[in-house]
Nanobody, 126 residues
């Protein structure tokens, strides 16, 4: 059974940085396209970044140039480096995975993903 466990969230001042991690277990990580989504209170879950099998990365326009998604297939880890954080980045951040044996991805929609972590809270103070 695939499990995803996020870590690295917390409280940070505007302009600061955080690095989120997602530990993957229960499958062959290199066969999965992965993503990060976030959900603010009272709002829908929205796309932040995604990375294909093989490492092709895409980022939402709202985070482009500030956030970077990456993966380490040897360690079964997914990362999201977040720099220049603003209060608008405050949300619960979710790691997601999609088994992709034939199409590498990346994938942009929450409905594309079959596996989710429990989320980690990121709060940016002004």
């Amino acid at each position: 059974q695939v499990q995803l466990v996020e870590s690295g969230g917390g409280l940070v001042q505007a302009g600061g940085s955080l690095r989120l991690s997602c530990a993957f277990s229960g499958g062959t990580f290199s066969m999965y396209a992965m993503g990060w989504f976030r959900q603010a209170p009272g709002k829908e879950r929205t796309f932040v970044a995604a990375i294909s099998r093989g490492g092709t990365a895409v980022h939402a326009d709202s985070v482009k140039g500030r956030f970077t998604i990456s993966r380490d297939d040897a360690e079964n880890m997914l990362y999201l480096q977040m720099n220049s954080l603003t209060p608008d980045d405050t949300a619960v951040y979710f790691c997601s995975g999609k088994l992709s044996p034939y199409v590498r991805g990346p994938y942009y929609r929450p409905s594309d993903y079959g596996y989710w972590g429990q989320g980690t809270q990121v709060t940016v103070s002004s």
